[in-house]
């Protein structure tokens, strides 16, 4: 691991810990700014944290985190091989959806940490991620269903990036039937870290590895 890598990123954690660009850090307990591999392949980003990573100032560690964990073991990785982090460092009140100016205010703090890592894949979970990775790098979308499961190249702060879109795990949660689906997502995540996917557009199924 390059050691320049580890410090970069805890200079942005410093500064996240000192953020008050929007009223989100009034009501903090602890910021958020993520955690894994500096020289990750792979990130996975989720849109804010909620209350247990609120008290305990790391990403994903309640009930979604749980099934996130469980679906990065399911394709052979582990959470200290990647790198995991939100697009707003701090939690909303009641665990609301993000404001556009928090976003916007918080996602420097996101590029920055792309920047240091420069992955190959980028894994968004859910609407606010996907809507600021995509967008950012130029592609037009409106919303998740649409797009999750696809694969997206492009360019993103200088580096070649491929981006997989897919549900939030905390959706599948409130609905049991997105888990299959995240399942299958998380398979089309191993073949494209693998190379086994042949780059052809066709839908992955489950049934493909079972």
């Given at each position: 691991m390059e050691e320049n890598k580890e410090k970069l990123l805890e200079i942005i954690a410093k500064e996240i810990q000192k953020c008050t660009k929007c009223p989100l850090y009034k009501n903090r307990k602890n910021p958020v700014p993520g955690e894994g591999n500096?020289?990750?392949?792979?990130?996975?980003?989720?849109?804010?944290?909620?209350y247990h990573e609120d008290v305990q100032g790391r990403p994903f560690v309640g009930s979604a985190g749980k099934l996130l964990t469980e679906l990065i073991e399911m394709i052979g990785l582990n959470r200290k091989n990647v790198f995991i982090t939100n697009v707003v460092k701090c939690r909303p009140p009641n665990n609301r959806d993000p404001?556009?100016?928090?976003?916007?205010?918080?996602?420097?703090?996101?590029?920055?940490?792309?920047?240091?890592?420069?992955?190959r894949i980028i894994v968004t979970l859910g609407r606010h991620s996907t809507l600021t990775i995509l967008h950012h790098m130029g592609i037009k979308v409106h919303g998740i269903s649409s797009v999750r499961g696809q694969i997206f190249k492009g360019e993103l702060l200088g580096i070649n990036i491929t981006v997989i879109p897919t549900y939030h795990p905390a959706a599948a949660l409130y609905n049991p039937k997105l888990r299959r689906v995240l399942e299958e997502d998380f398979m089309l995540i191993k073949m494209v870290l693998s190379?086994?996917?042949?780059?052809?557009k066709r839908t992955i199924r489950l049934d493909d590895f079972f």
């Open positions: 500096p020289d990750s392949e792979i990130i996975f980003i989720g849109e804010a944290p909620g404001l556009k100016e928090e976003i916007d205010a918080c996602k420097p703090y996101l590029f920055k940490q792309i920047e240091i890592i420069k992955p190379g086994e996917y042949d780059k052809k």
